[in-house]
Each structure stands twice: as C-alpha cells, then as structure tokens.
C-alpha cells in the first residue's frame, strides 16, 4: 500500500481505522515486520497502562470529591443562575450516606478561618488581644490553651509584620489567630486549629470565601489556614513561606 | 440530575488523574479542582455533548495551571514526593511504566494517555485539549516512542524530568 502512513498504523493500534482501512493496513502488516512490531509494542503499552491504573476505578471515591462544591469566581453567580445548587443538591445526595463528621469538619477549616479573618481583620482599635510587643507571652498563652507548642512565622521579609494575636472558639475548641499587617495596612491572618489525631492530610490546598482568599493544610494535630483578601497568586507567595516556616 | 453524571464520571478522572499527576494525593487535589471548576461553569456545557471529554478538558486547563503554580512552590513539591508510595503489589515492570511517564513530557503524556488509557478517540482528545489532529498524531507518536525509549534504558531519565 503506497499511501500507508504513521497516523493509519496508530489508528489501526488503537482500534480507531473504519473496516476498509484496516484490511488495508492488515495486508500492509503482513510484509512490513518492523511496522507489525511498532503496533504490537504500542498495544502492548496501551494493555500496560490499564493494567497499572485501572485498579483506581475500584478505589472508593474519597468523600472530598463527592462533596466538590462549585469553586467560586468569576462565573459563580452565572453558574448559581443556572441551578448550580441543584447540582450542589445532587452531590450532596449522593454523598449524604458516605459523609462523615471528619469530613465536614476538614472542609469547615478555610470557612471558619474566612469568617475570622473577616471579622477582625477590619478592626481598627482591637484586632488582635495580645500585641506583637508581648510575642512570647502570647505564644506560651495560645500554646497552652490549644494544648499543642505553636509557632509564629516570621514574615518580615515579605513585608508582613505580626500585630498579635488571640483566642476564638473554634468548632471542637479553642482555636489560635495570628494577624499581620504590611506597610499599606493590609491585613493577613494565620488560623491555627486543633485537629483529631488521626486526620492526617498535608495536601496544600486553596479556597476561595466571597473576597478572602485562604489557603490551607493540615499538619499532624494542627490545621492551618492562612486568609487575606488579596489575589491569590499574592497570598500563595506568603503561604509558601508560611508553610516552609511551619513544616521544616 | 445532570450532577450525578459529572459524579458517575469521578472513578474515570481519578485514574487518568493519577495517571497523568504520579502522586495520589496531588491526582486527587487535581480530581477536586475540576470538579470545582466543572460544576462552576456547567451551565457553559452544552446538552448532548460528550461531558466526559469537556471534563478532561477542564482538568487539563486545570492541570497545567497547576504546574505553572508549583514551579512557585517547590517546596510543596518536595513534601508530596515526601508521601509518595509506590504500589507495592504491582509488579516491577508496572511501577516502572508509571515512573516512566513521570518522564514524559506532559503534553505528550496527556494524550499518550487519554488515547491509550481512557481511549478516547483521536477526535475527541483533539477537541478535549484543543490541539489539530496533526498534533495529536506527532504527540502520540513521540510520546509511544519516548515511552519505548525510556522502559527499554535507552533515555537518560535525569534529562528528562518534566514537572520541575
């Protein structure tokens, strides 16, 4: 066959030729060794692949993925118009059965520290109750409260210096808010909370609440969350630090 | 409901995910933010479509952003490697294909993948990643010959490590 070409062997390999093609190229195959061994090996991928990653189909779906709720941004009120909460239903029904307290309460973690960040960050006169000034007193006071040794970044170099920081009622107890301020005024804050011992995810992920951008990870006991209303390339450049500074 | 057939769709992209992303962890933040950013913009699928290719395109969107985010964040990278776990009931030969592909170039590796692993047609991963055919074909055909080349040791795998 003259017209024979690379692309009509991959489509034969992958079972994508229609009828006459393939009797074309069969007949092309049987004097063409070297093009018979190319299909083969290809196929020979191809099995490989679904032998190595298909067990992940029988894998239970993780509650996260089950529970995805539409990520805001700029098509989030479109999307709400276009019934995005019946969407929001569906995956909530489907998920209700699997859902577990664990669950709700990791995806709680950026909500909470967005509700706090909102709350005092815009505080003019006591936004934190124990200043940077009196830093290891506030350190050891939230350290012993939350019943776990805390530690304060360091964000200077990112302009970012700490105003204090205070106590809150977090959903299982008491949790640690950290805020910064840089030279413009803008505020960041660094939640700290206590987790169950045995949610053990360090996964660096993002959230977007209504204007306070937050991203979060969980560390052993300690979830953290660090929000800001800024883009969210701007407050990942702090996080990274964060995260370096806090996971050594 | 139309968001049980985006759930129906989950076990899919979780192995195409873990295919194309290595770690399962970050495979599965990958799943999470498509589903994110599918079920955000769904009113922009059309009815009747293949929604499993406008997924796949979502989280290769999705996908890329995420590693120009992560050259930002190398440290988030190391950690993850940290976690990484080898399947330890796959034969050796599997685990190698895996760390293979790792050396694969991504737009290589997408469409190996989506072409032999989920088997979409060459139309449909043209369509789902935006490319011409013409691209497809020389992205499957380097991909299955740079694939060949590094499960037989013929590639020096440090050259060619993609995600950086």
Redesign the interface.
Known sequence: MSNLT??DL??YA?G?LDDVRRVQVEAHLAHDAAATESVR??RE??V????????????P??Q???A??????R??Y??L????M??????GW?SHSYRTDRFVEAAALPRRAAVAYAVYAPEVRHPVEVGADQQDHLVKWLSKRLGNELKVPLLTPQGFDLVGGRLLPGGKGPVAQFMYQDARGQRITLYVSVRDAELR?????FSQEDKVAVFYWIDGKLGYALSGEMDR?SL??VA?VV??QL?P | ????E??AH???L???A??LAGDS??A??L???T???A??????WRHGSDLRAWLFTIMHNVFINQLR?RR??A??EA??DG?RSA?QS?PL??RD??AALRRLPVEQREV??L???E?L??AEVSKALGIPAGTV?SR??RG?ER??AVMSGTVAATNLKVVK
């Open positions: 690379e692309t991959h489509a992958d994508q090996l290809w991928q191809s490989a692949l679904r032998a190595l990653y298909n067990p992940v189909l029988n894998e779906v993780p996260r993925l089950l995805a709720r539409p990520s805001p941004g098509w989030a479109y999307a118009a276009a019934g995005a019946g969407l929001a239903f569906g995956l489907l995810e360090t996964a660096f992920r390339a990942l450049a990274t995260y370096r996971n | 409901m139309e968001s049980a985006i759930v989950i076990p899919r979780r192995r195409y873990r295919a962890h970050r599965d933040d799943v999470q933010d589903l994110e950013r079920l955000a913009k769904f009113y922009l985010a930002e964040l440290l988030d950690v993850e976690l399947p796959d030969e599997l294909l895996d190996l993948l072409v032999g692993l088997q047609s060459y074909m499957l055909s299955r694939l060949r």
